[in-house]
Structure formats: structure tokens, C-alpha cells
């Protein structure tokens, strides 16, 4: 990382507030919202399957976003991200079906329900540390994903559960369109309070443990609070992401959320940066988009030249699943980093342009 | 001189190594006391006593009057006590400003969740006071230029010169600093000896430093204990120190005239 920032001559800090803001430009505030006013367009420009894809990136990086804080910010691991997720689609669905919760208040309590699991598979990890807390993970997910299967009167067991949409006074987020605001608005809430939280007390104490724990306890830090503490975060937001799937799927069935999906979610947040709010965005929506653009050229190739040379035929959606893991070998061997590294060298270089080099 | 720190009969053994052996040493308010000694003496243990890092197999470890022997160190930074490390212990990917910052943790009142309210709950407000603070602290040590850098990046020097900033900013009443200016050339060591020296003096902290810089040592010590072995061979003002044939022979290389014997060989090696 860069020790200089590349902030443009003239743009003087007049006071440590105008420092602490979340862009550091003005330029680069009113960019961020001008995006985020396009982004609100799309509902009105694009059909439904881009809708879908904007939709599942939405909640996929709210519950990575969680994962991020527990693996890049705090330098823990999980294996079990998905269970948490899970954990939240049901919990939402049973507040709804069984309490009678409306969806608008489920929503948030279903990711306070996750946290409170969260803290409690979190508590190995104030006394282990790398791969053995790893299978401690392992163990959370494999004992939520037994939880799932066996209690119906929480998830409806091998059945699964209906998932009521959203509403608010009668109005329902039922169509992608709709809710896909829902998304949007509960997608900046998230992403704000994570990136308050990392420029404020316990945000700093989190990244201090994992940078240097011994210093970090000689600061007041306690070690087992924050450990502890990192996880319930998560959870929550891997709750609020399961949620919002939830009741937009209107169905949770108990076999979605795997050790393959908890793995994804670790491809996300490193293939986007670890320790990176912004890269986690990047990172989703790079997995969400590599099996569809995969996809996209696998079926241009059936029936093709290609195709016919080497007679792939049904093997066609095998190249699939592989060059996903190639991409993904690739970009870690050639972008270590992340996506939110390669994002700031383009930044740089559009700044300095046509000065570059 | 009211006693602020008391060392009391403290022994730390690792297996079979006796790193302290029974150590007794009280420190005063507003001393600026060094502990010298040879590598391997124990100094480094001896201040994660204090710290709370190791706890002593026996012995006690007082200050203020409370026994603090078995508190977790976590606690430290409350009651006030502060530490750099002998090496070097930064939050690498932090900013310099920001590892400051989190040295003022246990004097914040936001928690994650008024923390992620930021505007609302006063966190803001918060974080604006105690950077004022902090800003005070860079200007102090001269550290403006590289106030937004990553810490990890800096030189040495430098680095040092952070963790320094981040133990002020506890607020500390005693300050404990491991080999403050190891590796340093000489003009970052007068730099960080003046830095000390204003430390105690201005800002009114009770310094504990352990340092090689004999020159250094005399120079700014109010007084000064010698341990080796494990054991405390001498304490008193850096004359007497100095002066001190046991001394001169652990840490000199010199041959102890009360403790020499014809066969043994000096102790050269071990004061290198
Ligand atoms: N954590 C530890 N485990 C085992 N031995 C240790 C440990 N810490 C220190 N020692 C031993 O205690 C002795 C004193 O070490 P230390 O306090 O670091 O000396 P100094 O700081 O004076 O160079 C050394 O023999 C060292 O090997
Ligand atoms: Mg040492």
C-alpha cells in the first residue's frame, strides 16, 4: 500500500473533522453518491435476470461484509459463515410464520438472533488460534447445519419454510423491482455502520488484535472481549444478508447452506481484499458474476468448432466448474492483494493521468 | 519520594532457567530510573512483570499500594501504567495516527454499536477531542509528516519513535520502555533521549527504562539498578553504579574482585 496518499494539491484539511469524513475528497463523496443514484436506476433500465444478479449481490455482500470484519479486520478465521446465514433466513422465517413478527421487524432481530449464535460458537476462539480455531468453525457449521435438518419447529426440518415477502402498511416487495430497494437501502445502512464502526473505538481495537495482540492487550484491550466480540458481529451481519434472502426466495430449505458456500464467502472477501469494506463489494460481485460470465461462454462453445475438436459435449459444464477455480488460483497468485488493491492503482493512475510513469 | 512502584522478593523461572531471582527494587515518583544489565539478565522480564505479561513464580509486584501481581494486563492501561517493546510491536497496517489512537482505548467510552451510530451517539465527538490529543502528542515528537503513513512502512527510527507516541497517549503514570533507542544512530538517540528526558520532566511521567547506552544511561538516569542473572547486583545514583566493582565486572568485562576465581573465565562473552 502506498505511504503517500494521492490527494490533490490545494486539498488542505482546515480541521480534524473535515479528516475523520468517510471519502476523503468532495469529488470523491458526491462520485460515491452519484453512483448510488444510478445504482437506484436500475430497477427502471434493466430485465429481471440482471435484477436477480444485483439483488443476490446485495445480500451476499452484507453477510461478507460480516466475514470480513471477522477475517480481514480482526485476523480470525471461519468456515462456517454460511450456517450464520442460514441461521438468519430461518430465524426471520419463524419470527414471521410462528410469532407473527411482521418481515419489516424480523429482518433486524433475525440478525440479533444470529449474533447472540455467533457470540456463542465465537467463545473457542478466546483460547484457540489458527487452524484449530478453523475446525472449531468447522464444527459450528456442521452442528447449525445438523440443527437445520433436525428442528422443524424452528426450520421446518427437511421441508424447509415458506418465507413471507416483505411489506410495509400493505404494500408488498414481492416483484425483483421492488425489493430490490429493500436490498439497496439495507446494503448502505450496512456498509455505513461497518465503516463507522472501523473508524471508531472498537473498530481500531478489533484491527489492533489482529496486528499485534501483546501490544494491543498493553493498550487495555481485552483480548477475549474482542475475540469474542468479532464473531457476534459477523453474525449479525451474515444474519441480516441470510434475512434478506429469505424473503426474497420466499423459501429456505436446509440444504443451501454448506461448507461449499462458507467457502465462497472466504473467496469473496479475498478475492475483493481482506481488510477492505470497499473490496468486499468488489470481490461479491466478481463471485456472483464469474459462474454467470462462465456460463455465457461455455454454452457460446456447445455445438461450436471448439466443442465438436475436442467432443466436450456433456463436459461442457464441467470446463465450467474449473475454469471458476482456475480464475480463482489465477487471481490469487497474480493479485494477492485483492480487488480493492487493483480498484486504488486505477484511481491513482486516472488522477495523475496523462502524467502516469 | 513516595514509593509509586515496589518490586518485592521477585523470582520468574522458565523449566530449569531462573530468569529473575529473587529482585527487590522500588521506583518513586517522577524517577526516571534505568535498569541496565547484560543480554539475558532478565531485564525484559523484570518489565513484563510489570506489565502483567509474565507473573512472577514468586514474589510481589506493587504499585500504588494495590498488589497488582495477578491482574491481567488488559488492566494496565487503566491504572496506569504504559510500555513500549524491545521489539518492535506497531499495528503494522494501521496508520501512525491511528495506532496513536488506539492507545487512548481505555479512555474512549464508544462501544461497537455507538461506534457504528458514529454521528448519532457522540462517537464523532469523541474521536475529534481525543485526536486534538493525540495531535498534541505527534507535535510533541515531531511526528506531522508522517502523522497518515502505515506504520508498518516507516523506518526503524521512526517506528520506535510511534510506540513512544502510543504509550503517551495511555496517559500513563509510569511508563516502562524496553530498549527505546536500540539500533538507532546517534542523532535519533539524542532525539529519543531528549524526547525521555521532556517525558519525565514536562509530562510529569515516571520513567522505567532499560537501555545499552551507557552514556545515555548516566547522562539522564535519576538512578539506576543492574541486574544480571537474574539477580540484582547493584542499584543506586549513576555514580555510585559506575563505580561499583560488580558492575564493572558483569557489565564491563572486568574481573570481580570479590567473586573471581583464578580458573573461571571472564564474563566477557556475556556483557557483549
Ligand atoms: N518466555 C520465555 N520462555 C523461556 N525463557 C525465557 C522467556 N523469556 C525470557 N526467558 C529467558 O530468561 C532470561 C532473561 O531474558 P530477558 O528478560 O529477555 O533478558 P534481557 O531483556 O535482559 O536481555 C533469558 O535466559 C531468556 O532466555
Ligand atoms: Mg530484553
Known amino acids: ?357 | 519520594m513516595a514509593g509509586l512502584l515496589e518490586i518485592r522478593n521477585v523470582s520468574l523461572r522458565f523449566g530449569g532457567v531462573r530468569a529473575l531471582s529473587n529482585v527487590s527494587l522500588a521506583v518513586g515518583k517522577g524517577e526516571l530510573f534505568s535498569v541496565i544489565g547484560p543480554n539475558g539478565a532478565g531485564k525484559t522480564s523484570l518489565v513484563n512483570c510489570i506489565s502483567g505479561r509474565y507473573r512472577p513464580t514468586e514474589g510481589h509486584v506493587v504499585y500504588k499500594g494495590q498488589d497488582i501481581t495477578r491482574r491481567p494486563p488488559a488492566d494496565r492501561a487503566r491504572i496506569g501504567i504504559g510500555r513500549t517493546f524491545q521489539n518492535l510491536a506497531l499495528f503494522q497496517h494501521m496508520s501512525v495516527l491511528d495506532n496513536i489512537m488506539v492507545g487512548r482505548h481505555h479512555l474512549l467510552a464508544n462501544n461497537f454499536i455507538t461506534g457504528s451510530l458514529y454521528w448519532l451517539t457522540g462517537a464523532r465527538a469523541e474521536e475529534l477531542t481525543h485526536r486534538r490529543r493525540v495531535e498534541e502528542i505527534i507535535d510533541f515528537l515531531d511526528l506531522q509528516p508522517v502523522r497518515k503513513a502505515q506504520a508498518g512502512t516507516l523506518s526503524y527510527g521512526l517506528r520506535k519513535r510511534v510506540e513512544l507516541a502510543r504509550a503517551m497517549a495511555i496517559e500513563p503514570e509510569l511508563i516502562l520502555l524496553d530498549e527505546p533507542m536500540a539500533g538507532m544512530n546517534l542523532e535519533e538517540k539524542e532525539d529519543m533521549a531528549r524526547y525521555i528526558v521532556d517525558l519525565n520532566e514536562e509530562f510529569g511521567m515516571t520513567v522505567i527504562m532499560i537501555e545499552h547506552d551507557m552514556g545515555v544511561v548516566m547522562d539522564i538516569s535519576s538512578r539506576v539498578a543492574v541486574l544480571d542473572f537474574g539477580k540484582k547486583i547493584a542499584e543506586g545514583v549513576p555514580g555510585e553504579v559506575m563505580a561499583n566493582a560488580h558492575v564493572r565486572a558483569a557489565y564491563l568485562g572486568e574481573v570481580d574482585p570479590v567473586l573471581a576465581d583464578p580458573d573461571d573465565v571472564p564474563l566477557a562473552e556475556a556483557g557483549a
Open chain 1, 1 to 357: 500500500m502506498a505511504t503517500h496518499s494521492l490527494i490533490p494539491a490545494g486539498e488542505y484539511k482546515t480541521s480534524y473533522a473535515a479528516d475523520t469524513t468517510i471519502f476523503p475528497t468532495v469529488t470523491s463523496r458526491n462520485a460515491a453518491i452519484l453512483a448510488l443514484i444510478l445504482v437506484a436506476c436500475a430497477p427502471l433500465v434493466f430485465d429481471r435476470y440482471i435484477l436477480s444478479l444485483m439483488i443476490q449481490i446485495g445480500y451476499l455482500s452484507i453477510a461478507a461484509l460480516g466475514l470480513n470484519i471477522l477475517v480481514g479486520f480482526t485476523g480470525q478465521i471461519s468456515i462456517g459463515h454460511a450456517a450464520f446465514f442460514g441461521f438468519g433466513a430461518f430465524s426471520s422465517a419463524w419470527l414471521n410464520n410462528v410469532h407473527g413478527i411482521p418481515v419489516f421487524f424480523a429482518i433486524p432481530l433475525a440478525g440479533l438472533m444470529t449474533t447472540a449464535a455467533g457470540l456463542i460458537f465465537g467463545l473457542p476462539a478466546a483460547r484457540l488460534k489458527g487452524l484449530y480455531l478453523a475446525i472449531a468453525t468447522l464444527a459450528a457449521q456442521y452442528i447449525l447445519q445438523d440443527f437445520f435438518a433436525r428442528a422443524s419447529w424452528f426450520s421446518g426440518g427437511v421441508a424447509g419454510t415458506v418465507a413471507y415477502p416483505f411489506s410495509i402498511f400493505g404494500y408488498a416487495f414481492d416483484t425483483d423491482a421492488r425489493y430490490f430497494y429493500v436490498v439497496l437501502s439495507y446494503m448502505v445502512l450496512c456498509f455505513v455502520l461497518a465503516t463507522n464502526l472501523m473508524r471508531s473505538r472498537d473498530g481500531r481495537a478489533l484491527v489492533a488484535v489482529r496486528d499485534h495482540y501483546l501490544s494491543a492487550e498493553m493498550m487495555g484491550i481485552n483480548l477475549t472481549k474482542y475475540r469474542t466480540l468479532s464473531f457476534g458481529i459477523s453474525a449479525f451481519f451474515a444474519g441480516i444478508g441470510g434475512a434478506l434472502y429469505a424473503h426474497y426466495l420466499q423459501f429456505v430449505s436446509v440444504e443451501g447452506f454448506t461448507i461449499l458456500f462458507s467457502i465462497q464467502f472466504l473467496g469473496m472477501i479475498i478475492i475483493g481484499g481482506l481488510g477492505s469494506i470497499m473490496g468486499t463489494i468488489l470481490g461479491t460481485i466478481f463471485m456472483v458474476l464469474l459462474p454467470e460470465a462462465m456460463e455465457w461462454l461455455t454454452s457460446s462453445l456447445a455445438g461450436g468448432a471448439i466443442d465438436r475438436a475436442l467432443s466436450l459435449k456433456n463436459n461442457i459444464s464441467y470446463l465450467r466448474e474449473m475454469a471458476i477455480g482456475a480464475v480463482i488460483v489465477l487471481f490469487l497468485m497474480f493479485e494477492p492483494d485483492g480487488l480493492a488493491h487493483r480498484w486504488k492503482q486505477i484511481k491513482a493512475y486516472w488522477k495523475l493521468y496523462p502524467f502516469a510513469h
